[in-house]
């Protein structure tokens, strides 16, 4: 059974930085894409940032660019970052680690989500 599990959210001031990590089970995550899509109330699931299975190639949304970094560990457990910097009021939503074991485009789609943790920044 697929497992993705966050830690990491919490509440911070405006400016300020949070790092989430995502870790993975039940499979060889070593050879899946993972990311990160967020949720804000009242509005859509939007991605947020992915790496691919070796972590060499990245994607991120133009609204994070320059301030989020996406992030993995494939020795031993499988665990995904995402390092938040200059944090917003706009960055506040309910942020989900993703992953899938196809290949393709970085932004999606994604098969496996965890259940999420919130992120709230203060202004």
């Known amino acids: 059974q697929v497992q993705l599990a966050e830690s990491g959210g919490g509440l911070v001031q405006a400016g300020g930085s949070l790092r989430l990590s995502c870790a993975a089970s039940?499979?060889?995550?070593?050879?899946?894409?993972m990311g990160w899509f967020r949720q804000a109330p009242g509005k859509e699931r939007e991605f947020v940032a992915a790496?691919?299975?070796?972590?060499?190639?990245?994607?991120y949304a133009d609204s994070v660019k320059g301030r989020f970094t996406i992030s993995r560990d494939n020795a031993n457990k499988i665990t995904v970052y995402l390092q938040m910097n200059s944090l917003k009021p706009e960055d506040t939503a309910v942020y989900y680690c993703?992953?899938?074991?196809?290949?393709?485009?970085?932004?999606?789609?994604?098969?496996?989500w965890g259940q999420g943790t919130q992120v709230t920044v203060s202004s």
């Open positions: 993703v992953a899938r074991s196809v290949s393709g485009k970085l932004r999606g789609p994604y098969y496996y």
């Open positions: 039940g499979r060889t995550f070593s050879s899946y894409d």
């Open positions: 790496a691919d299975r070796s972590g060499a190639s990245t994607n």
